[in-house]
């Protein structure tokens, strides 16, 4: 992998490309590492299984000492792709409480921010493809030779 990011990349077993390729990459990129999956009401109500991590979502923590708790998102940290939840905070051993950092693939989206027109707007549902049965060869076959001979 050379120096520079390229984002026609292709994937490396490597860990060790994997990472300088998440560090190296542009913000505008980087936003996109700030996907964190939905919760299933709002995966059926806009047709997505997860969506970037905005100031203000609701979300529950998946992973880690803090599972299961719920808080509001109040920082967002794209260069370093992490995210501060509003009220859970770690106490360090003088008793001085800070803000807890959390990747947001160990979160899940509960609410999201709606005051947001222009996300909102990209939120719509996308229509869910329906698909046909198939059908076997051999009716194909049957349905192309009966339509040849009404043809003659």
Same mark, same amino acid.
């Given at each position: 992998m050379k120096s520079k990011f390229n984002k026609s990349w292709n994937s490396s077993v490597q860990p060790r490309k994997q990472v300088k390729f998440r560090a190296?990459?542009?913000?505008? @990129?980087?936003?996109?590492? /700030?996907?964190?999956p939905l919760d299933k009401p709002l995966r059926e109500k806009y047709g997505r299984r997860s969506i970037e991590v905005r100031k203000g979502d609701e979300v529950?923590? /998946?992973? =880690? !000492?803090?599972?299961?708790?719920?808080g509001k998102v109040g920082v967002v940290d794209v260069t370093?792709?992490? @995210?501060? @939840?509003?009220?859970?905070?770690?106490?360090?051993? =003088? =008793?001085? !409480?800070? $803000?807890?950092?959390f990747n947001p693939s160990?979160?899940? @989206?509960? =609410?999201?921010? $709606?005051?947001?027109?222009?996300r909102m707007k990209n939120l719509k !549902?996308?229509?869910? !493809?329906?698909?046909?049965?198939?059908? $076997?060869?051999?009716e194909v076959k049957k349905e192309t030779k009966e339509n040849k001979m009404e043809k003659k």
């Amino acid at each position: 992998m050379k120096s520079k990011f390229n984002k026609s990349w292709n994937s490396s077993v490597q860990p060790r490309k994997q990472v300088k390729f998440r560090a190296n990459a542009p913000n505008h @990129i980087k936003r996109k590492f /700030m996907a964190a999956p939905l919760d299933k009401p709002l995966r059926e109500k806009y047709g997505r299984r997860s969506i970037e991590v905005r100031k203000g979502d609701e979300v529950k923590v /998946m992973r =880690g !000492k803090f599972a299961k708790k719920l808080g509001k998102v109040g920082v967002v940290d794209v260069t370093h792709t992490r @995210i501060q @939840i509003d009220g859970l905070q770690r106490a360090k051993k =003088g =008793g001085e !409480k800070l $803000e807890t950092w959390f990747n947001p693939s160990n979160v899940k @989206i509960v =609410g999201l921010y $709606e005051d947001d027109s222009r996300r909102m707007k990209n939120l719509k !549902k996308k229509p869910v !493809k329906v698909e046909e049965p198939k059908k $076997e060869k051999a009716e194909v076959k049957k349905e192309t030779k009966e339509n040849k001979m009404e043809k003659k």
